[in-house]
């Protein structure tokens, strides 16, 4: 196949890239080239900004030069290009999505978006949230909002990508799939900062603010969200997907693992109102997998890999 991966050079989209080579496939990664942060982008990206430096390409993949939110550059780089699938890994607003659909829809036979847990950020459910609880085709667009102010695609980081995903999936019809992303763990070079926050609060046995009901989430190692990816490129399903490990994660489960790895001691101090630690939910968002699992992919349990996950993370700092 001949795939287009849309920043794919950076944390699990690396992943991606190197397995999909591995697998005889014919990449080609379009960035900026430029190792510098994107401006206004909000913090814990699932693949991240920056969007990566021209040599941190693989040499087996091809490379390509443009801006995304650039369309007439965009057009200019790709040329006469066409790919079986297209896999944008930064995809945030409805415009870029409007935009992508514009210069692919003649280009590819299928758009594959990262997208993510937080198009359910209105959610609050005790059962596992399922795809259908955010139809796309119901979402309003309003390309009219401020999506180049960073402070407001900050604070509508799940709106930007629940409008990314309502422009896809919109008439006429385009055949594509949004992969929601759970919260994403592992890795030497997660960029969050998330793990290190609760290490050191650990260390010095701070306390770690959760709110007063504190609810499980769904968490997916960094390298199974990759082979989820790789499989879901080969696959022709499309529409919206959750993908996520099994056994939802506390903020004790995540604590209690860091502390036997870092030693210290765990406080956890609930409050009613402020700021809470990352990995603490005051509402039940997490997700249902089993579109994904009836699909055909077989998802491991976050018990399997929490301690991996962390050990790389931590042993990177």
């Not at 799940?158 to 929601?180: D, I, L, N, S």
Request: net charge negative; glycine share 8%.
């Amino acid at each position: 196949m001949n795939i287009l991966i849309i920043g794919g050079n950076r944390y699990f989209g690396k992943r991606l890239t190197a397995r999909l080579l591995e697998s005889g496939h014919a990449v080609t990664i379009l960035n900026r080239g430029s190792s510098r942060v994107l401006d206004g982008l909000p913090d814990g990206l699932p693949d991240g900004a920056p969007d990566g430096a021209p040599n941190s390409v693989p040499d087996r993949a091809d490379h390509l030069l443009a801006d995304r939110n650039d369309e007439a550059a965009l057009e200019t780089a790709l040329g006469d290009r066409t790919f079986d699938v297209v896999v944008d890994q930064v995809c945030y607003t409805p415009r870029q999505a409007a935009i992508a659909r514009r210069v692919f829809g003649p280009r590819t036979g299928r758009y594959l978006m990262t997208s993510t847990v937080e198009v359910y950020e209105y959610e609050d459910s005790a059962a596992p949230v399922r795809e259908e609880a955010v139809d796309p085709r119901t979402v309003a667009v309003d390309l009219d909002l401020p999506w180049d102010e960073g402070e407001f695609l900050d604070a509508h980081y799940g709106e930007g990508k629940r409008q990314a995903e309502a422009v896809f999936a919109a008439e006429p019809p385009f055949p594509y799939t949004a992969v929601r992303v759970a919260h994403v763990l592992g890795g030497g070079d997660d960029f969050t900062g998330r793990v290190e926050h609760y290490a050191r609060r650990i260390r010095a046995g701070e306390p770690i603010s959760v709110p007063a009901v504190n609810h499980p989430a769904t968490y997916v190692y960094v390298e199974e969200i990759a082979e989820f990816l790789a499989w879901a490129v080969e696959t022709e399903f499309t529409g919206p997907v959750n993908a996520h490990s099994h056994g939802p994660l506390t903020t004790a489960d995540i604590c209690a693992e860091i502390e036997r790895q870092v030693g210290g001691k765990t406080v956890l101090l609930e409050v009613e109102v402020g700021e809470v630690s990352p990995f603490s939910f005051a509402r039940s968002y997490g997700m249902d997998n089993s579109r994904a699992t009836a699909l055909g992919f077989s998802f491991s349990n976050s018990a399997q890999w929490l301690p991996q996950a962390l050990s790389e993370t931590l042993g990177a700092r």
